[in-house]
């Protein structure tokens, strides 16, 4: 079978920056693949070659067989795109928008209302059909942003950064969303700074960093990958210092996070014991304890190199407000 | 035909979301008015020298104006990026933007057209060949507008490089001094502006029948409307890069 998307040796310049380094990468029909990494890394870079908006400086690119380069046209008739920032007219009603989008990908004009109606539905958008996009909340305009990419029935879907912008609610109902249409058999490619959002909903998971890709494997190999460690997360009812955690034996890192320490260790049980102690030295209590599996967020930092800090944009609960 | 059906999509897209708004409508057409309340009904100049050359500035500062502004917009909204992600190429795009501006430049004509030549009682020759010349020049001045917002990254940009265009030929077409009636240098030199071909193949029109001279002006618009359109295609398609 066709791969729906296969990326070889994709290297793009910008002048004199180096935005994409040797990237190659394939992704499986009918499976949510998911491109990690920090802003500026080159995801959106990657997701623009791959939709044709942007020309790579060297290497190729193909979705479902079709060169993005050479058969630009081809590829696009059976790809959907739904960009960063929702790009429907605002001057348009939403129904207006998804018939516009029907017009540009040739869907036979006998099928265009029904099948407008029926993503107006799928997205339950259908009372707002008459609304201009100018007066649709910022979930609305995403999800009628989607809803317009899956006008033609495409085989691949990009959505680049789907939830960022989105309250908790929207969002979830958009991971809902692209789930339902793993199950339509349709491919889902994703670039995301959300790594929680990667883990729940890919097949596969690329990280890039500084333009190169830095792994490559389904979420749950790459958290067995940091399986030698494990993570604690302590609380106490008092201050403590970074340091004096550090020292307590079988303790590999340390990490403040909110009014949690999060302890990389070679052994749990080893620990609890010096946690025991140092609180009791100290005359403080332990008002939390948890024993955790790494993330996806612990498999990406290890892999990249980057600690909590550095990687400031990574994100895993956080939104934006 | 399908990239022509498509081309006409973009194009009546752009006419809704662009054309029909009030302040873009009139933007076009207060210029031209306000030069023929100063010029003709002074009775400064002929009437009938002064319509033709009208009909075609209104045509230039309406289609080219509008359309500038839309590429701006829709790069600015990221629009664009839905167009170029779309299965059409860039000409197909640049096409149906420089046709939106052929559905609104006969509007906007006759807006100013049937009114100058009631009051002016000025009789229109032949009324097909002048609605030929207003298409021609809607779809010329249109695609300019295309080609000169191809590098505007902002609508007063946009605007600026519009306006070292439209001023020029605003005064130098032909518009309100006869070409014969200029030095020669200068003469040779009005044959570079498409508004010049416009002016005459409206002139030529409003007297009558065809002549060599207007099939000539609008052979000379077609070539140069091509020319814009292909570049324009080019400068979208290095947009990639």
Not at chain 1, 33 to 51: Q, V, Y
Request: aromatic share 8%; charged share 20%.
């Amino acid at each position: 079978m066709t791969d729906a998307v296969n990326v070889d040796h994709l290297t793009k310049h910008y002048g004199g920056l180096l935005a994409l380094d040797d990237v190659s990468f394939k992704v499986k029909q009918g499976t949510v693949f998911g491109l990690l990494g920090p802003n500026g890394a080159g995801k959106t870079t990657t997701i623009r070659i791959l939709t044709g908006l942007t020309r790579p400086s060297g290497g190729t690119a193909t979705v479902m067989g079709f060169d993005l380069t050479r058969d630009a046209v081809k590829a696009k008739q059976r790809i959907g795109v739904v960009p960063e920032s929702s790009n429907v007219y605002e001057e348009m009603t939403a129904a207006q928008n998804l018939i516009f989008a029907a017009q540009l990908y040739n869907v036979p004009r006998a099928d265009r209302a029904a099948r407008a109606r029926e993503l107006l539905e799928l997205f339950s958008l259908e009372d707002r059909a008459r609304s201009w996009v100018s007066e649709l909340s910022r979930g609305m305009r995403r999800r009628l942003t989607i809803a317009c990419a899956l006008i033609h029935r495409p085989e691949v879907l990009f959505l680049d950064e789907p939830t960022t912008g989105l309250d908790v609610q929207s969002a979830r109902r958009l991971r809902e969303s692209v789930g339902g249409l793993r199950d339509m058999g349709v491919t889902v490619f994703l670039t995301t700074h959300y790594i929680e959002e990667a883990d729940q909903l890919c097949d596969m998971v690329a990280m890039i960093n500084r333009g190169r890709i830095v792994a490559l494997d389904s979420p749950e190999n790459l958290k067995a990958g940091v399986a030698g460690a494990r993570i604690v997360e302590v609380s106490f009812s008092g201050d403590v210092a970074l340091s004096d955690l550090t020292v307590i034996g079988g303790v590999l890192e340390v990490h403040r996070l909110g009014d949690k320490y999060r302890l990389t260790v070679s052994g749990a049980s080893d620990v609890y014991g010096g946690l025991v102690d140092y609180a009791r030295a100290r005359r403080i209590n332990i008002t939390g304890l948890n024993t955790l599996r790494p993330s996806l967020e612990d498999a990406f930092l290890r892999i990249t190199g980057e600690t909590p800090g550095d990687a400031e944009a990574i994100k895993t609960h956080g939104r934006d407000p | 035909m399908e990239w022509l059906v498509r081309a006409l999509y973009i194009a009546w897209k752009d006419v809704r979301v662009y054309y029909l708004k009030a302040p873009n409508l009139t933007y076009g057409l207060m210029m031209p008015v306000a030069l023929y309340l100063a010029f003709g009904v002074t009775g400064q100049l002929n009437p009938g020298t002064l319509i033709s050359g009208l009909v075609s500035l209104v045509i230039l500062f309406g289609t080219m104006s509008i359309e500038a502004v839309a590429v701006v917009m829709e790069k600015q909204t990221r629009t664009m990026d839905r167009l170029m992600a779309a299965p059409v190429s860039p000409l197909t795009i640049v096409l149906g933007k420089a046709l939106a501006g052929t559905f609104l430049g006969p509007l906007i004509a006759a807006a100013v057209l049937l009114p100058l030549t009631l009051y002016s009682g000025e009789s229109i020759g032949s009324p097909i060949l002048v609605f030929l010349a207003i298409i021609l020049s809607s779809f010329t001045f249109s695609a300019l507008g295309v080609l000169v917002s191809s590098y505007a990254r902002w609508v007063p940009e946009a605007q600026m490089y519009a306006n070292f265009l439209r001023f020029p030929m605003a005064f130098l077409a032909g518009t309100f001094v006869p070409l014969e009636a200029m030095p020669p240098w200068l003469q040779t030199a009005t044959r570079v502006l498409p508004l010049t071909y416009s002016v005459e193949a409206l002139r030529s029109a409003m007297g009558g029948g065809v002549t060599p001279t207007y099939i000539l002006d609008m052979v000379v618009l077609a070539l140069f409307s091509a020319a814009v359109v292909a570049a324009s295609a080019l400068m979208l398609e290095r947009s990639r890069d």
